[in-house]
């Protein structure tokens, strides 16, 4: 429960709404004997009470920083000559909550409305390191093969073999500079068609709370 409202999603008991940590004021743990306005399950809940405005402004900004750049690498990466994956976090924002008056109109003093606005910014991102192995090398995307390769069938029998070969067909060709060209080259120190590479993800959330008081 937020600010009185069931936010739990009945279809796998999950949470569709999370008020950010610093836009809290206190946290209520039910776990028996609730009253009628809890219900809906037989396990415990959890009511939280987001912050809210008063005759005086208030506000704070809070932000949380993480990189890769403190990190260090594993000896395997160094070893192969392969940067750290980007692991950044970076969670900011601000809070600010106050009255709600018209000057010249209403007294601020007095007033019986009161506002708080909180905005949190979450920009994530997380690489996960993959090993691929049947990369072609350099010397094999330029037709030049350290065992003998087949290079006629007939009757799906190999009736010939190579080692180099110097005529590519032109879609081949293509193929090569196209899609093989684009992929880099095997760098794994272990297996000398593996490749090591970082595929990273991206997480970007904003929220906004707008919350009004009258008392």
């Given at each position: ?17 999370f ?22 399950a ?8 987001t ?7 208030h506000?704070?900004a ?13 000896y ?6 392969i ?6 976090y ?20 007095h007033?019986?409305?009161?506002f ?5 910014f ?10 691929i ?16 390769v087949?290079?006629?069938y007939t009757?799906?029998?190999?009736t010939?073999?190579t ?11 293509e ?18 068609q ?22």
């Open positions: 429960f937020i600010d009185g409202a069931d936010t739990l999603k009945r279809a796998g008991n999950q949470p569709v709404s008020a950010g940590i610093d836009f809290i004021q206190e946290i209520n743990l039910q776990r028996a004997d609730y009253g009628a306005e809890f219900g809906g037989g396990a415990a809940f959890v009511s939280v009470e912050k809210s405005g008063s005759s005086a402004f506000g704070s809070f932000g949380f920083f993480r990189s890769q750049v403190t990190n260090a690498n594993t395997f990466n160094n070893l192969a000559g940067h750290i994956g980007g692991q950044k970076a969670d900011f924002g601000f809070g600010l909550g106050g009255p709600v008056w018209i000057p010249h109109k209403t007294d601020r003093e007033t019986k409305t009161f708080f606005l909180g905005i949190q979450l920009r994530e991102e997380n690489s996960v390191q993959q090993t192995t049947n990369q072609p090398t350099a010397q094999q995307r330029v037709g030049n093969f350290g065992v003998p087949c290079t006629t009757s799906g029998t190999c010939a073999t080692t180099s070969i110097s005529s590519i067909n032109s879609t081949a060709q193929y090569l500079k196209d899609i093989v060209d684009g992929v880099p080259f095997p760098n794994s120190p272990t297996d000398p593996g490749l090591i590479w970082q595929a990273p993800g991206f997480n970007n959330e904003n929220q906004a709370l707008i919350r009004i008081d009258r008392s």
